[in-house]
């Protein structure tokens, strides 16, 4: 065979091959296309499962029993961590987006990677539920300031603790929490309570429970659950009814530099009078009369009345140089509310803290 020839068979063969290898292609495009149209493509994640080569119905069950395993972790910033299995969560595959993939998928994608999110959704009953039962995530509660109360027992006043209150914005984190498990990630920090503080604690009350025991010792003195206090040091006037505290208002009492402090002691209300003018002398001799809506004495000639020339400025340390007779200088509304509530047998306790 001449040279000619051989070319010619070479040329026969490679044709041959050629077409085989088209042919090949061919066939494979068409198979794949044909197993594409019901299946995902190579290198297909949903929800972070693989889901390659899988039919849409055998795609959702892998995805509904693999992530169903997994669990999510939560935690928060006082490093309590809590761990839940995806399936007491109730995990739902949509179906109707599992096609929507498979449609939309192009042969092109077989040499990606395909990340898919957002085909999953959770039974928010059970999310509400179990975020409910994490210690963080109970109810919101009220801060409750710490207050003196008297204790028939030892027949001594107590302290009763402040509690500390805490609000939680439960949507906010439910919501959050969700979302991130929608998006496939399942490690969650969740927002803790924002702690509320109260205004009175119980240190700020241990000088006013020392002074109040004392005031009262060797004294009895029925009914101190219902009462009313005059600390001085404070400047306030509190009233309590049956423990609960109905009047606490600034005041100015008996100026100390002129020598009128108001005595300290337990006391009970002589009468009440409206519409009272009180008289006396002052300290360089001059009479004075002043007139007043209120007029509550508990001890000679000083007593509980409203102080309208005062011009509503009561409390801090007037009463070191500016302060009264001895009487106990009151707001107006706070003297009418005292004046309205006061009686002879309701003890009045004056003391320093």
């Not at 026969?12 to 493509?41: E, N, R, W």
Request: net charge negative; charged share 25%.
């Amino acid at each position: 065979m001449n040279g000619k020839s051989m070319q010619e068979n070479r040329n026969k063969k490679q044709k041959h091959f050629g077409l085989v290898l088209l042919g090949i292609a061919v066939a494979f495009i068409v198979f794949a296309s044909m197993f594409y149209h019901s299946h995902f493509t190579i290198g297909t994640y949903i929800q972070g499962v693989n889901c390659s080569c899988l039919t849409v119905e055998k795609a959702k069950n892998n995805i509904e029993e693999t992530l169903g395993k997994r669990t999510s972790v939560i935690w928060f910033d006082n490093n309590h961590t809590y761990e839940v299995t995806l399936d007491k969560l109730g995990v739902n595959v949509n179906e109707n987006l599992l096609h929507e993939i498979l449609k939309n998928q192009k042969l092109r994608d077989m040499t990606k990677v395909n990340k898919y999110f957002g085909i999953v959704s959770f039974d928010e009953k059970a999310i509400e539920r179990y975020l409910k039962d994490l210690p963080e995530m109970q109810e919101s509660s009220e801060s409750q300031n710490a207050f003196i109360e008297w204790n028939d027992e030892t027949q001594k006043f107590q302290i009763a603790q402040e509690q500390y209150g805490k609000v939680i914005d439960f949507e906010e984190n439910y919501k959050l929490f969700i979302e991130k498990l929608e998006q496939g990630e399942y490690g969650i920090k969740l927002s803790k309570p924002t702690i509320i503080e109260p205004e009175i604690v119980t240190s700020m009350l241990e000088p006013r429970l020392e002074a109040m025991n004392d005031i009262i010792k060797g004294v009895q003195v029925p009914n101190l659950n219902t009462r009313i206090e005059l600390d001085i040091t404070e400047q306030r006037v509190l009233m309590y009814v049956n423990g609960e505290c109905i009047l606490d208002t600034p005041c100015v009492t008996g100026n100390v530099t002129d020598g009128c402090s108001t005595p300290t002691g337990v006391y009970y209300l002589y009468y009440k009078e409206r519409n009272a003018v009180l008289r006396g002398s002052n300290s360089d001799g001059s009479k004075y009369a002043s007139p007043v809506d209120y007029w509550m004495p508990f001890n000679g000639g000083i007593g509980f009345h409203d102080a309208s020339w005062r011009n509503g400025v009561f409390g801090g340390e007037i009463y070191k140089t500016d302060g009264s007779h001895g009487c106990v200088n009151m707001p107006h509304e706070a003297a009418k509310i005292l004046y309205e509530n006061i009686s002879t047998s309701i003890p009045i306790l004056v003391y320093e803290s």
